[in-house]
């Protein structure tokens, strides 16, 4: 054989073998049964009006490049999408093509010219348009990139690595641009945050040397001179067990912060001086697992989230919650407590959420106040992510007692009693509480505890598409979409649709380097 002609071969064979694996994927009943429009091999799925179920039909360009007949040439793989799926049948035919029936033998027929082209020049097509999405270039740090985040507005960017150091971006035009990079702990760094926009451009990091540092840009200094971020604050761990959490919370110029070490000690701090970030107080503390502490060598998963608007749900504040109350997500192994603060600026727990059968990874919480209740969505090791409403039963004696199988009693996190071990700590429990009834009537704790609330919680919905742990879980900013990311190297889109319940909206699949 000629050397063109067996590179010409080669070349076929390795897009033959390409071709094999799309139609194998395509004949899966599980890929059948969540066919959605952005799975389509279609121009039309490109556009954002193919997006929706109910928009019309297959464009003719698209069914032109099946031929004419393609839309009587349904095979039988698709009843399942017409059951379930059945006002986009029309947009099921672009598939039809691509999924042939075999022969009465059993042998497998050979694949017709025409869709061979069309899987190579749509398949193909649409995973470059997938990629043209996102944006690479190369960060410059010498090991693992572990954490990202973006300020407020998008604009700005700061990669946190197992290198110790910090690199802040920002993006001009469509690239983004260093702008400074410096050695900021003497271990990796597991979390980085940017603070809010009130209060200038402040980072927050913690890393594997048990130290929380503050950053904040001097624009007077020249970029890249390795002086432009100043450490303002400098944060040890209580316990010498490192963080492995950090989060902000801003209500216009004011600000706190919230952490958790690897050993579960949860720790609020706010601003001496709400004009200055330098000098922080810890106004509460509470070990979250107390009861059932990790051993040493146990995988742990814990992380801290603050519900970012100013405002709490507009229920929660008719039922007596302080407007400017703050809302806390705690992620301890397998369960998340929530806590918020009365009108005293005491903290106590309002709900948990259960059901997770692994730990935790992340938690995220879901803009949209007005809707009248809270949404958070969890990221568990078990494969799943898992969505969560909160809502807040009416105040009235008859309704507080139909609904205890679903409340949670109030528990108060402790404020730091000076000369004492903080790891003695039992339980966060607050002095007063202590000395309160160890049965309360909970009808009256609104009256005993100004501010306090009884919250309910409901699991709405379990989504386990993902083929492995589940990392991040991200709501988009009006609550309406979740992003998520797991082992199975995709990166998936879920969209809410009716009572509660969440349904696939899109997949990308990340490829990786061989």
Excluded at 173 to 196: C, Q, R, T
Excluded at 210 to 227: A, F, I
Excluded at 350 to 364: H, M, P, T, Y
Excluded at 457 to 475: Q, S
């Amino acid at each position: 054989m000629a050397p063109d002609q067996h590179a010409q071969h080669h070349q076929h064979d390795r897009i033959q073998d390409a071709l094999d694996q799309v139609t194998r994927r395509l004949v899966r009943p599980a890929f059948l049964c969540n066919l959605t429009p952005s799975r389509l091999p279609s121009q039309a799925a490109s556009s954002d009006s193919s997006l929706s179920p109910r928009s019309p039909g297959p464009t003719h360009e698209a069914r032109s490049l099946f031929g004419p007949h393609a839309s009587h040439r349904r095979p039988s793989h698709l009843n399942q999408v017409a059951v379930i799926w059945d006002d986009a049948l029309e947009k099921a035919d672009l598939v039809a093509p691509l999924i042939l029936e075999p022969y009465a033998d059993g042998s497998a027929p050979s694949v017709e010219p025409v869709v061979r082209k069309s899987l190579e020049s749509h398949f193909v097509g649409a995973r470059k348009m997938a990629s043209d999405r996102f944006q690479t270039f190369s960060h410059g740090h010498q090991d693992l990139v572990l954490a990202v985040d973006f300020n407020y507005f998008g604009t700005r960017m700061v990669t946190a690595s197992s290198d110790h150091r910090l690199k802040v971006w920002d993006k001009k035009d469509d690239s983004w641009s260093l702008v400074e990079s410096w050695k900021a702990h003497d271990a990796e760094i597991v979390d980085v945050k940017w603070n809010g926009p009130f209060m200038g451009e402040v980072i927050g990091s913690i890393g594997e040397d048990g130290r929380c540092k503050l950053w904040q840009e001097d624009v007077t200094e020249v970029p890249m001179s390795g002086n432009r971020f100043k450490l303002i604050t400098n944060l040890g761990s209580q316990t010498n067990a490192p963080f492995m959490s950090l989060d902000f919370k801003n209500i216009m110029q004011e600000t706190w912060l919230a952490l958790i070490t690897r050993d579960g000690l949860l720790t609020v701090y706010e601003p001496i001086d709400q004009s200055s970030l330098n000098e922080w107080d810890l106004i509460a503390e509470h070990w979250v697992c107390a009861s059932n502490p990790p051993e040493r060598q146990e995988e742990v998963g814990f992380k801290v989230v603050f519900h970012k608007e100013k405002l709490p749900c507009w229920t929660a504040i008719m039922a007596g919650l302080d407007r400017k109350s703050l809302s806390l997500a705690v992620a301890a192994m397998n369960t998340v407590l929530i806590f918020r603060t009365d009108k005293t600026k005491r903290f106590f727990k309002a709900a948990e959420l259960k059901g997770a059968r692994q730990i935790i990874r992340d938690v995220a919480w879901a803009n949209g106040s007005m809707r009248g209740h809270d949404v958070l969505a969890t990221a568990s090791k078990d494969g799943a992510i898992r969505i969560y409403e909160v809502s807040t039963p009416r105040s009235d004696k008859s309704t507080t007692a139909g609904n205890s199988s679903g409340s949670t009693a109030t528990e108060t996190i402790s404020s730091p009693q000076p000369g004492k071990s903080r790891k003695n700590t039992a339980s966060g429990i607050g002095a007063g509480l202590a000395a309160a009834s160890k049965a309360p009537d909970h009808t009256q704790d609104n009256e005993q505890y100004p501010g306090r609330i009884r919250q309910v919680t409901k699991l709405v919905d379990e989504l386990t598409n993902h083929h492995g742990a589940v990392w991040r879980v991200a709501f988009s900013q009006m609550g309406d979409l979740l992003v998520s990311t797991g082992d199975d190297a995709s990166i998936r889109t879920w969209k809410k649709v009716v009572n509660g319940h969440w349904a696939e909206y899109a997949e990308i699949e990340t490829a990786r380097e061989q």
